[in-house]
């Protein structure tokens, strides 16, 4: 996993664990476990 994006409420987390920068943002939320 390259982005892992926590759903907490309302807000939104988006943590990038990759040295590389991701192509495209993800706007889309989606939940993601490492």
Same mark, same amino acid.
């Given at each position: *996993? &390259? +982005? +892992?994006? &926590?759903? *907490?409420? /309302?807000? +939104?987390?988006?943590? !990038? #664990? /990759?040295?590389?920068?991701?192509? !495209?943002?993800? !706007? %889309?939320?989606?939940? %993601?476990? #490492?």
């Amino acid at each position: *996993m &390259h +982005i +892992i994006q &926590h759903s *907490m409420g /309302d807000t +939104i987390q988006t943590v !990038l #664990i /990759d040295s590389k920068p991701s192509p !495209l943002p993800s !706007l %889309a939320p989606f939940n %993601a476990t #490492i």
